[in-house]
């Protein structure tokens, strides 16, 4: 404390310092903890409680909840967890039961990692995190339920993702009910015969191992070889979603590479059309709907056989419009197709740049699948890249002109879309264009240029891509394409393709299904079980939760990152006693080996809005009736889901695609009525700081730094300035802890929620806090003596000037917390209170009070404190928020001229936003204007708000 400030002390010993701050703040959250102030009830069950807020309309308000890092926070870190705080306290005191509770995400990579750096068992280390963030978020005056807060990592939550997992286990998706059912359900139209058998034969004749392989097929959570992201630099199997751009893994930045490896995944896939459908209906950022849209990736197209050696090879096009046009085909290198045709020698007359120098198809094919294989699809995917193939050898036909077309392979196509081959149009698209270029093919021109060019391809220097022109060039046995536009050439053609069977319009989907496992030891058991035969049995949920086991050796098993000829080795797998288990499945104890994946971090965040609700139930995954009240469709809500969840954008596709997904199985099958778990998504800025460099780039201690006629200095030295994130590496974090001590929590609520628009990135700036700060103080000032510390407030009435400002504050502040904008209501508290403080003398208690209840949601802890010294004797949180008065809300009155047929007859005064309905009305009632009226019809009334009326009579 400054010498300054010790002074003051003495002065004005009841002034709101920071000292006075921490006090007020340390007991009324104890108060908060120990009252339960801010309890939510459930309408029934082990968190019932009073029926009259129950009774009233609810607000779930949720955040996405932290990952206990070993760093702990800094201030950019609540910035969403203020937000949210302040929203949900606003919403109890507008009559709302709300429900606001913050867990934590203690699963995963990051925790693990940090546990192998420092080399403490991540349970020790997690843990120990979750207490120190515990400690800073109570800090804050966060109004949480803590009554139903956990963490991902508690074998009584992760027992139910486990029960959750099983549920998926055991359904399938039924296409014509457009639904998850279960698994039962499909074996019982196996048994009747309802349902042919894929692989054909009757079911009770197939082995155990075969039915089990045929369920496999349909379970929405199945094992397979599929190829998969392997990663050696993490020792696991990654999602696409967790891939970057670059065929990078998105943590720690490590080459990715396919690699066949028997793996769980989620049948993500069965539900696109339903993900993409009720995204409609949500109130979500347009930005991360669209991101949703382009990652689901719908396209609308035709699968299309090309005729080959007695067979046929399938291609997806969405352009089925431009068959004419296709002069070539591409086969992805690993296109299975391609060793079954491929002949042993080349074939008369081929062309030596497609052969690429080799003496064999069979020979030029092998050598290009290594080559590809070394690639990332993204890479392969590249715009940019020089587009590389080889001919096999072999020709098709194209079914609609019949001409003979080569086949090549070229790794722009990749065998995880569509069907993994395509018809290659080299006029009409920019990839082909480019490949055909460099391999000299044939091109034509089959969609007529709108820009001039001509329609000889040769003369042109890139493909012509247009969907709106004319086809032509397109003429053959029985069809004619020639003047459509696209849209009606591709529903003839694909008519045509349907009445020969040799094709038909198809939906494809960019989405992928979900890899489930991973190699990792931090995350939840898989519930699963092997027999003898390799089958694998779900455990019963009277075995839940399968509990992680304790073992010595948790590290990953890496490799050397560039190294793809690697096996994953699951840290489970090393702990023997815990992998081969004597069970009783139902059929006498038998021998079974335990899955030794985990679960990926996500799976625990899937589902936690779930468990807020009914954090101890031991029975259900949650109680349907607290379900319902909670999350329910209601008006407006037709999926149901979260009032509110806010967090940070880059969780756009993964987590909330995820929990999406789960939600719907869950609902499908009967578990919860809300088939969306988040109905309003918002996303918070970020808060950036300052980063300072030296003379050779390297970041220097922030807040050593010191600034001189607009330039910085640190030892003395120049340093430059710059925009970043915050964190220990740019040694520029600025810790909650910090700003606390120096003003108190509410002073730093105040100055986040400040800083600007919620949804708005901002630079942190630890010398503007104090402005906050001040605000508080003249608050405090206006309300207690700072010499004797009494109230001083008056019961005089306020002057109209007064009331005009309370109410016009109030009516703002309230629209602006409805809406989230914080940081305009916090200017229009200050300016309310900075007319108090110019008003001098003693401040109304009837201003006093609505000024300390407009600011309570966003400074909780001194808003108790003066509404408790103001005389009353219960809290704050619990009040109603002040309503305001319209007579003083608007600002003065205009005047309006009443005309009848040009001669004004009257004048009113209106308030300036006076609609023209409410206008009409009034002048037409008028006295004045009734007389000069005087019965006559009125032809027409044209109306000007505010300022006219003009009465045309017959
Ligand atoms: C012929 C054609 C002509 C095409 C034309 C485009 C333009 P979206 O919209 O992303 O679904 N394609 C199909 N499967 C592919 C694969 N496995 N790897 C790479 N490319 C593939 O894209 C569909 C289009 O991408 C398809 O339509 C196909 O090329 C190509 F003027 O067929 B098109």
Not at 641 to 668: I, P, T
Request: aromatic share 10%.
């Amino acid at each position: 404390m400054s010498e300054n400030t010790a002074a003051a002390e003495v002065a004005a010993p009841h002034r709101y310092t920071a000292a006075m701050a921490a006090e007020i703040e340390a007991r009324w959250q104890d108060f908060w903890d120990a009252d339960g102030t801010y309890e939510a009830p459930n309408p029934s069950g082990d968190l019932a409680g009073d029926a009259e807020t129950v009774a009233r309309p609810k607000r779930f308000i949720m955040d996405m909840f932290p990952y206990p890092s070993g760093a702990g926070l800094h201030v950019g870190h609540p910035l969403g967890y203020i937000a949210t705080d302040v929203f949900a306290r606003f919403q109890r005191m507008t009559g709302h039961n709300v429900l606001h509770t913050l867990g934590f995400d203690a699963f995963g990579l990051p925790a693990e990692q940090y546990a192998v750096q420092t080399g403490t068992h991540p349970r020790v280390s997690t843990e120990a995190n979750i207490e120190n963030m515990t400690a800073q978020l109570r800090r804050l005056g966060l109004g949480h339920d803590k009554r139903r807060s956990f963490a991902t990592i508690d074998p009584d939550y992760y027992k139910w993702t486990q029960w959750i997992f099983l549920q998926i286990f055991d359904s399938w998706y039924d296409e014509e009910a457009k639904r998850a059912r279960p698994i039962d359900e499909l074996v019982a139209q196996f048994e009747s015969g309802e349902r042919e058998v894929p692989s054909g034969g009757a079911w009770n004749e197939l082995s155990a191992v075969e039915r089990s392989d045929v369920l496999s097929g349909y379970r929405l959570a199945y094992a397979s070889d599929a190829p998969v992201n392997w990663c050696p630099g993490l020792g696991t199997v990654l999602a696409n979603e967790e891939v970057t751009a670059d065929g990078r893994s998105e943590r720690g930045n490590f080459p990715v590479f396919k690699a066949k490896l028997r793996q769980w995944n989620m049948r993500i896939t069965a539900y696109a059309d339903r993900l993409l459908d009720d995204l409609e209906a949500l109130d979500w950022p347009e930005a991360i709907k669209l991101q949703q849209r382009n990652w689901i990736g719908r396209s609308e197209g035709a699968r299309v056989d090309f005729p080959v050696d007695g067979d046929a090879i399938t291609v997806f096009t969405t352009r089925q419009d431009t068959l004419f046009g296709a002069t070539y085909m591409v086969l992805a290198p690993e296109h299975p197709l391609v060793d079954k045709f491929v002949p042993e020698t080349w074939p008369e007359g081929t062309h030596d740049v497609w052969t690429g120098g080799h003496a064999t198809p069979a020979e030029a094919v092998a050598k290009y699948r290594a080559f590809a294989a070394s690639k990332s699809d993204v890479e392969r995917q590249a715009d940019a890249k020089e587009k590389t193939g080889v001919f096999t050898g072999v020709y098709a036909a194209n079914p609609v002109s019949g001409e003979k077309i080569p086949v090549f392979i070229a790794d722009y196509v990749l065998m995880g879309y569509g069907t993994g081959a395509i018809m290659a149009v080299p006029a009409h698209d920019a990839r082909d264009f480019a490949f055909a270029r460099a391999v000299e093919l044939p091109m034509r021109c089959v969609v007529e240029p709108t820009d001039g060019r001509g329609t000889d391809p040769a003369a042109w220097d890139d493909a012509f891509v247009s969907y709106d022109a004319k086809i032509v060039n397109s003429s053959g046995d029985g069809i004619s394409l020639d003047g459509l536009g696209v849209v009606e050439a591709k529903a003839r053609i694909t008519e045509w393709l349907t009445s020969r069977g040799i094709g038909e319009g198809t939906v494809n989907f960019r989405l992928r299904d979900w890899l489930f496992s991973r190699q990792r030891y931090w995350g939840e058991p898989f519930p699963i079980v092997y027999d003898e035969d390799g089958v694998a049995h779900a455990l019963p949920e009277s075995m839940l939760p399968l509990e992680l086991p304790e073992v010595d050796d948790y590290s990953p098993r890496t490799f050397d990152p560039d190294d793809a000829d690697t096996q994953p080795e699951t840290p489970l797998s090393r702990d023997e006693d815990w992998v081969n288990v004597e069970l009783d499945l139902g059929d006498g104890v038998k021998r079974y080996r335990r899955e030794t994946n985990t679960m990926p971090n996500w799976a625990g965040s899937c589902w936690y809005e779930l468990r807020y609700l009914d954090p101890h139930n031991d029975r259900r995954l949650v109680d349907p009736e607290t379900e319902r009240y909670w999350m329910g469709p209601r008006e407006g809500q037709p999926h149901g889901g979260v009032d509110l969840y806010v967090g940070g954008a880059e969780h756009a596709v993964l987590h909330l695609l995820y929990a999406r997904f789960w939600s719907k199985v869950l609902f499908d099958l009967g578990h919860v009525s809300s088939a969306e778990p988040f109905h309003k998504l918002f996303n918070q800025g970020m808060i950036q700081a300052y980063v300072y460099r030296d003379a050779r780039g390297f970041p220097v201690p922030a807040a050593e730094v010191e600034e001189r006629d607009g330039r910085f200095f640190f030892e003395g030295e120049p340093v430059k300035r710059e925009l970043g994130k915050m964190g220990k590496s740019l040694k520029n974090a600025v810790t909650p802890d910090e700003i606390c001590a120096e003003y108190g929590a509410d002073t730093l609520r105040l100055y986040e929620m400040a800083m600007g628009p919620l949804d708005v990135s901002r630079p942190w700036d630890t010398r503007a806090v104090v402005g906050q700060y001040r605000l508080l103080q003249r608050l405090w000032r206006n309300v207690v003596d700072e010499a004797t510390g009494a109230v001083t407030v008056s019961d005089a009435e306020p002057g109209e000037d007064t009331l005009r400002a309370l109410h016009k504050a109030i009516d703002g502040v309230r629209s602006d917390l409805e809406g989230l904008r914080f940081n305009t209501a916090i200017a229009k508290i200050t300016e309310l209170n900075n007319h108090l403080t110019k008003a001098g003398g003693r401040v109304p208690r009837s201003v006093a009070e609505p000024l300390v209840l407009m600011i309570a949601p966003l400074a909780p802890h001194i808003a108790e404190e003066l509404w408790r010294r103001l005389g009353h004797t219960d809290s704050v949180v619990h009040q109603d928020f002040p309503v305001a008065d319209p007579a003083y809300v608007i600002d003065e009155t205009v005047t309006c001229v009443v005309q009848i047929k040009g001669k004004v007859k009257a004048r009113l005064e209106v308030s300036p936003s006076v609609s023209d309905a409410e206008l009409e009305a009034a002048a037409l009632a008028d006295p004045a204007v009734v007389k000069a009226l005087d019965g006559a019809a009125i032809r027409k009334v044209v109306v000007r708000a505010p300022k006219l009326v003009n009465i045309v009579t017959a």
